[in-house]
Every structure is written in C-alpha cells, then in structure tokens.
C-alpha cells in the first residue's frame, strides 16, 4: 500500500519536472516545436494531477484503516 503511494508521488514530482522542461519548447524558434511547448505540458500536468490525487486518496484511505484498526483494538 505505501508503496503505491510512493509510486504516485514520484510520478507526481517527475510530471511537474516535465511540465517545468517542456514549458520551454514554447521559446523555440521552430513551429512544431512550439506546437508541442503548448500541449506537452497539459498533457504532463494531467499525468501529475492524477497521481497526486491518486496518491491523496490512497493516503486517506491508509488513515481511515488505521483509525479503524486502533478503534477495534481500544474496544
């Protein structure tokens, strides 16, 4: 389960890298190129936004375990 969780992460943290390194494209002085700058970007950026709310959801879900697990033991 945490391992999920840190696979999320990392996918979130490279995607924002990517979105930062491909932002740069928009500078080119080629027009495929800056066709690309517009679009890889969105794209990278929706990639990192599913991971961390992946990564979120499943953080939730870890707690919401663990505080039923430490209920049931308190009873």
């Not at 027009?31 to 979120?56: D, N, S």
Request: hydrophobic residues 55%; without cysteine; charged residues 15%.
């Amino acid at each position: 389960r945490m391992k999920n969780m840190n696979f999320y992460i990392a996918t979130a943290i490279v995607s924002l890298i990517l979105v930062v390194a491909t932002a740069f494209l928009m500078t080119a002085p080629d027009e495929p190129i800056r066709q690309a700058g517009m679009y890889l970007p969105l794209f990278f950026g929706a990639i990192g936004t599913w991971a961390a709310t992946k990564a979120g959801l499943l953080e939730l879900d870890y707690e919401e375990h663990r505080m039923k697990h430490a209920a049931h033991h308190a009873v």
